[in-house]
């Protein structure tokens, strides 16, 4: 059974840098083919796709945050991070990692979600 | 840039039929999925490539699609239904997710 569990500051500065590890455990995050994404939530509000990392390391992000948005892989950790630059309140939020299989061309689900993690933007 | 519209909110009473829409230009040529929320909890997959059900998700959940519109039936709806139900697909040219807005089902 596949996990996904974020992990990073819950508190951050505007105008730092925000940086989440998600760590996967029960599959190795190299084999296969699989989306990693980020996904993030304010409160009350509704889920925003962030970005995400294929197997073999390209990534795709959102138009409306790309300038500021890095995600990488580290295999050897099993692990897949991500970084958003220059942060303002408007980036507090839930947020979520999540996997979608990529085998199927145009048919990504994402069907394995962590938990969440909050993060606040704030002085 | 790319958008699914769906209504803010459906209410239903227990046991009647819940039918919750999501709209987007290129749902004709991509797939959609639906996820459930509720409060406090990560979503959860119910419906994938517009009508699939995933294992373990209630055979009350269907899915279907028709050009622009994808839409989610939940029949016999239960009280543990109640949640926050977001669409999900790709732009045109399937580099770009984006999730719909979000659909509040109230159960009576």
């Known amino acids: 059974q596949v996990q996904l569990q974020e992990s990073g500051p819950g508190l951050v500065k505007p105008s730092q840098t925000l940086s989440l590890t998600c760590t996967v455990s029960?599959?190795?995050?190299?084999?296969?083919?699989?989306?990693w994404s980020w996904i993030r939530q304010p409160a009350g509000k509704g889920l925003e796709w962030i970005g995400r990392i294929y197997t073999s390391g390209s990534t795709n992000y959102n138009p409306s945050l790309k300038s500021r948005v890095t995600i990488s892989v580290d295999t050897s950790k099993n692990q897949f991070s991500l970084k958003l630059s220059s942060v303002t309140a408007a980036d507090t939020a839930v947020y979520y990692c999540a996997r979608a299989p990529a085998a199927v061309a145009g048919d990504h689900p994402m069907d394995y979600w962590g938990q969440g993690t909050l993060v606040t933007v704030s002085s | 840039s790319y958008e699914l519209t769906q209504p803010p909110s459906v209410s239903v009473s227990p046991g009647q039929t819940a039918r919750i829409t999501c709209s987007g230009d290129?749902?004709?040529?991509?797939?959609a999925y639906w996820y459930q929320q509720k409060p406090g909890q990560a979503p959860v997959l119910v419906i994938y490539?517009?009508?699939e059900r995933p294992s373990g998700i209630p055979e009350r959940f269907s899915g279907s699609s028709s050009g622009t519109t994808v839409t989610l039936t939940i029949s016999g709806v239960q009280a543990e239904d109640e949640a926050d139900y977001y669409c999900q697909s790709a732009d045109s040219s399937g580099t770009i997710e984006v999730f719909g807005g979000g659909t509040k089902l109230t159960v009576l």
């Open positions: 490539k517009d009508s």
């Open positions: 029960g599959g190795s995050i190299s084999s296969g083919s699989y989306y």
């Open positions: 290129a749902l004709p040529k991509q797939y």
